[in-house]
């Protein structure tokens, strides 16, 4: 029979009296209370680690240099953005992407998926809502509330009444994720590589008050995702998450845009990932590192609660062995825009990247204008006029 832990820690002598009676002796009782002393000593110092203390694995490019403006500026001064009337009908931030701005975006997309394609990832465009009963497959309990949106459907079923409960997705890592739901993957396919495109949903309920101007913190944006499913053995996954953050990397090289690379500490951590390292962008405008790019190895998380198996069929009475599953992002489209917009400001516009040209039309094939003053300029001529009243 099993002692309880707790029995231990507050009646250690019921424990050694029970053992002298048995005439055994008390060194397993004292090994056992000075191994949960020392386990309870690290576990405190581990729930106390925060993104303070992150690492930073390296860095590209000026991560130091300041410039003029924010991307909320920028955005309204190229008119790229009307988020007023995108709320009006939307909601908070719901907004209108314009112009120049939706050029970018595409090209942005293009450069993404032409990048995956010639790294031999197999392009999927996902559906944007799940059924519930899958998404509970891949989704933490925390996402539902703070995350996913949630849509109420007739089932397509004539013999049933019964409305379905769906979610959107809040990434297309969720469906791909379930796309090989349980299936068997012989090792002779593996490793697998997707890239996947969609829109995304997010409710941002944690975010309040949090990037409330601009298009960098948005419930509804455009990404492409690397998802990749490796054998368990020979340290296969680690050497896809080199390659996964790898591509990251090189597509914001292609793009110039200066970044760090940051190793996150276990505490900070979900229940999904065994490591994750971000991107981060610099922001010169603001003044400061955003986050671009999350690649995480979930090792077999996913796979066992979606059942997705590693071989062909299970061996006589051998255990079921599971396959692993990495997720990176390759590029959240509003978060690149704004970082294009921030490191390549000028005094009379944007330069658009010099990968990026060919992509572009005629006329933002070189500099996108500014046609509006700054958004920051008109307030602060706004209040000196209320203070000259």
Known sequence: MVLDIELLRRNPEIVRDSQKKRYKGLERVDKVIDLDSQWRTVRYQADQWNKDNNVTERTFGDVETRKKYSHFDLMYMIDGYDGDRGAAIAGSRGYFMKGPAVFLEQAIIQLALRLLNDKDFEILYTPFFMRKDVMQEVAQLSQFDDELYKVVCKDDKPDESNDEEKYLIATSEQAIAAYHRDEWLVTSKLPIRYGGISTCFRQEAGSHGRDTRGIFRVHQFEKIEQFCITSPHDNESWKMFEEMIGNAEEFNKQLGI????????????????????????????????????????????????????????????????????????????????????????????????????????????????????????????????????
């Not at 010099?354 to 992509?359: G, S, T």
């Open 258 to 389: 200066p970044y760090r690379i940051v190793n996150i500490v276990s505490g900070e951590l979900n229940n999904a990932a065994a490591k994750k390292f971000d991107l981060e962008a610099w922001f010169p405008g603001s003044g400061k590192f955003r986050e671009l790019v999350s690649c995480s190895n979930c090792l077999d998380y996913q796979s066992r609660r979606l059942k997705i198996r590693y071989g062909a069929v299970k061996k006589n009475n051998e255990a079921a062995e599971y396959v692993h599953m990495l997720n990176a992002t390759m590029c959240a489209t509003t978060r690149t825009i704004c970082a294009i917009l921030e490191n390549y400001q000028t005094d009379d516009g944007i330069v658009v990247p010099e990968i990026l040209k060919p992509l572009m039309p005629k006329k933002y094939s070189e500099k996108i204008p500014f046609v509006k003053e700054a958004v920051v300029e008109q307030e602060s001529k706004g209040t000196s006029a209320a203070k000259k009243k």
